[in-house]
């Protein structure tokens, strides 16, 4: 009897997860694509829907500072949350004030801040910080992703700014007025271009 009804109890449960399984199954990918974006909004504080890029906001992708908005939001390339350009301004700022309290001491390290009106995305930021390390002459550098720009301390007595300028040019990128060389920029990914 105590067999019997185990295995009554049993079907019953395989039945109703059966029926659950199956009524499941029959909602449509835009259900589930709805129900997604309602919970990915409600485990956040971002918006995922209806955000609006700007060109100028308040916020930026640090990976993808070209993904701006005026409200917290996910970046819509890589879905990391946008942070506050001030924050992330603030936090550029006190590494490169480390890095000149580092060498304040040595003469010989000098900073220079290069433009790099290109650069779109942490991946372009990659071929650049590769050719940095083609200049035994370069200590450091700080890549700006949002100000298009990359301070780069170095030794003058190895090096010196022209010499920097065309190593990044030979990366594929424009470094202030010298001009990326056209064969390296055809070999970078298309968001580097």
Same mark, same amino acid.
């Given at each position: ?84 350009? +001030? ?38 930021? +990659? ?11 370069? %200590? ?11 301070? %780069? ?11 920097? +300028? ?16 056209? +064969? ?10």
């Amino acid at each position: 009897m105590k067999k019997n009804k185990f295995l009554f109890v049993l079907l019953t449960m395989l039945s109703l997860s059966g029926f659950i399984m199956l009524s499941s199954c029959g909602k449509s990918d835009k259900d589930a694509v709805k129900n997604d974006k309602q919970t990915e909004t409600k485990a956040g504080d971002n918006k995922t829907t209806d955000t609006k890029i700007v060109t100028d906001g308040k916020y930026a992708c640090p990976m993808h500072p070209t993904q701006q908005a005026d409200e917290k939001a996910k970046c819509p390339i890589c879905k990391m949350n946008l942070v506050s350009k +001030e924050d992330y301004n603030n936090q550029i700022t006190k590494n490169r004030d480390g890095i000149i309290k580092k060498y304040e001491n040595n003469k010989d390290i000098v900073n220079e801040v290069i433009m790099l009106p290109v650069i779109k995305s942490d991946e372009c930021e +990659e071929y650049i910080t590769q050719s940095m390390k083609n200049d035994a002459g370069v %200590v450091e550098y700080n890549v700006d992703l949002m100000k298009h720009n990359i301070a %780069v301390y170095f030794d003058k007595t190895k090096t010196n700014k022209a010499n920097i +300028e065309k190593q990044i040019s030979s990366a594929g990128f424009d470094a202030n007025d010298v001009k990326a060389n056209p +064969e390296a920029v055809n070999k970078l990914p298309n968001d580097c271009k």
